[in-house]
Nanobody, 122 residues
Framework: QVQLVESGGGLVQAGGSLRLSCAASERAFAVMGWFRQAPGKEREFVAAITYSGRNTDYAGSVKGRFTISRDNAKNTVSLQMNSLTPEDTAMYYC?????????????????WGQGTQVTVSS
């Protein structure tokens, strides 16, 4: 099966930035996305990008602050996070879909990484 490995998480002060990366073990010919999950909460959609990179979707809470991108030659997808707030604190997961259109539900994705922790202090 496809392996996804996230990296780039850490501790950052409010207002700061982090860049998360996700490496896939093989070419991902479909939508890839980022989700996050805080303790006691359900996993929620953050952003998604089509294979070509021409279409993206963002959760309203991150739109304008986060940017998703991908490099298919390197089998990677990234999430640039700016203007971070404590509400962004969560475990962040990358995921690979089997669909060509962006998906906002967890059910739209077949493969998941183990996550990378992002903690934003105030």
């Amino acid at each position: 099966q496809v392996q996804l490995v996230e990296s780039g998480g850490g501790l950052v002060q409010a207002g700061g930035s982090l860049r998360l990366s996700c490496a896939a073990s093989e070419r991902a010919f479909a939508v890839m996305g980022w989700f996050r999950q805080a303790p006691g909460k359900e996993r929620e959609f953050v952003a998604a990008i089509t294979y070509s990179g021409r279409n993206t979707d963002y959760a309203g809470s991150v739109k304008g602050r986060f940017t998703i991108s991908r490099d298919n030659a390197k089998n990677t997808v990234s999430l640039q996070m700016n203007s971070l707030t404590p509400e962004d604190t969560a475990m962040y997961y990358c995921a690979l879909s089997l669909y060509s259109n962006t998906q906002v539900a967890t059910t739209g994705y077949a493969y998941w990484g183990q996550g990378t922790q992002v903690t934003v202090s105030s």
